[in-house]
């Protein structure tokens, strides 16, 4: 048992609800921790903002007596006991946006689920711009997160890009403008996966190069583990081994060559006409002929050069128009998407869910490692490692995964995590 700040973890899984504080426009503040049936807070790696389900139960009809309108906000703290800053605790100003299923109970006793996003999404959507963006693309993402459109005042993430690119933003949001630039970044590597999302840390404009470069944050195992045992015979909890845990994996779909044939992540061919010049560009590309000169996950590829692919598969039609914008040759992404498209499909090639137990600091982006055994009876003789003949670990489904969606699941006495783990590629 952990103790620090007056907090202890008692088990995996632990949590403390802080604060969960509702402001009208007013600015009355409304404390509901004690009405809190449960709460669940989603983060997706391919998207803007998190969310939050807020279920409430309560006999003193906040409907009417704040009243709830859809113009409120609500303060959240929820943390790991013994865990503090920011990075480790999920913590913010949420806009409440609707409210469903509700239930009358008794006479005075209703039930009912509040839905919120990140502030910034209100922002978003109120926010359509008209103006001409120039530069860095990596400048002009921090731009957008910054006074000239979304004014954040969260962390940003913004890795540096070695490209620049103009173009003109016909009234859209900040951000579909920076996930128009993210088409078009590359990385110092020549990388062009670039993606925008927000997590615990903030918001993040990085390409899957970086993400999969980072150090693993934690191994989970899926085992029949219960409780340390000393030598006289005594078990006793083990937290740290709790939280690396699997308590189910679900795999909804191994594998789906069609699928991802058609959408072009083995290959594809591009033809680009390029209206002043009057010249027209083709390219192939395979992914296996870059695997080699790119940064993954795991060691090999998750196919091999049997598998029946064509650069027809995905035939790409473009326009490219030659200095359209003074002192920009070519503003388009031809060159690259086909790569750009592959890697994002490849990732998504392969995916698990597992449920392990909660802890505040899991988000998404962040590299783990997972070791699942074989379906098989195993003997003395087998050895703990990937050999596909000798080992017991199972090779196709263990591996480095990306956390690309988490559910983080807490009521007033635990917390589980529902993660959705995507890879590029195999441990053996």
Request: aromatic share 10%; charged share 25%.
């Amino acid at each position: 048992m952990t103790e620090k700040n007056g907090e202890s973890i008692r088990f995996a899984g632990d949590v403390t609800i802080r604060k969960v504080q509702i402001v009208t426009p007013s600015l009355n503040k409304v404390d509901v921790t004690n009405q809190i049936i449960g709460i669940e807070v989603y983060e997706d790696m391919f998207s803007p903002f998190i969310s939050i389900a807020i279920s409430l139960r309560e006999s003193l009809d906040f409907i009417n007596a704040m009243p709830l309108r859809g113009e409120e906000v609500v303060n959240i703290e929820i943390a790991t006991p013994t865990f503090r800053g920011d990075l480790k605790v999920i913590k913010g100003t949420f806009y409440i946006y609707k409210l469903s299923d509700r239930q009358l109970l008794t006479d005075r006793n209703s039930a009912y689920t509040l839905h919120c996003i990140s502030y910034e999404a209100l922002t978003d959507l109120n926010m359509k711009q008209s103006r001409a963006y120039s530069g860095n693309i990596a400048e002009i993402v921090r731009s957008i997160l910054g006074k000239d459109a979304l004014n954040t005042s969260k962390k940003t993430n913004i890795e540096t890009t070695k490209n620049s690119t103009k173009f003109i933003s016909n009234y859209w949001s900040p951000i579909k403008n920076i996930n128009y630039v993210a088409c078009s970044a590359l990385n110092k590597n020549d990388s062009p996966s670039f993606i925008f999302f927000e997590n615990r840390e903030g918001f993040n404009f990085v390409s899957l190069d970086t993400l999969y470069d980072q150090e693993t944050y934690q191994k989970f195992i899926s085992d029949d583990y219960a409780r340390d045992t000393d030598k006289q015979g005594k078990t006793q909890r083990n937290v740290e081994r709790d939280y690396q845990r699997i308590l189910e994996v679900k795999i909804n779909v191994s594998f789906d060559a069609l699928k991802f044939t058609n959408n072009g992540a083995y290959a594809s061919r591009v033809y680009a006409f390029d209206l002043v010049k009057k010249k027209y560009y083709a390219k192939d590309y395979n992914y296996l002929a870059d695997f080699q000169d790119m940064n993954h996950l795991n060691k090999f590829s998750s196919y091999t050069e049997s598998k029946p692919v064509s650069p027809v598969n995905l035939i790409y039609n473009e326009i490219r128009h030659y200095a359209s914008h003074e002192g920009y040759p070519d503003t388009s992404n031809v060159a690259f998407q086909q790569k750009r498209n592959s890697m994002l499909q490849i990732l998504r090639s392969n995916i698990i869910e597992i449920t392990v137990f909660g802890r505040t600091d899991y988000t998404v982006g962040q590299k783990v490692y997972v070791e699942i055994p074989k379906p098989v009876v195993t003997t003395k003789e087998d050895q703990v490692n990937t050999n596909q003949k000798s080992g017991i670990i199972d090779s196709t489904y263990s591996g480095n995964y990306l956390v690309t969606a988490i559910n983080h699941v807490i009521n007033r006495d635990n917390h589980t995590c529902v993660m959705e783990l995507s890879k590029d590629s195999l441990m053996a």
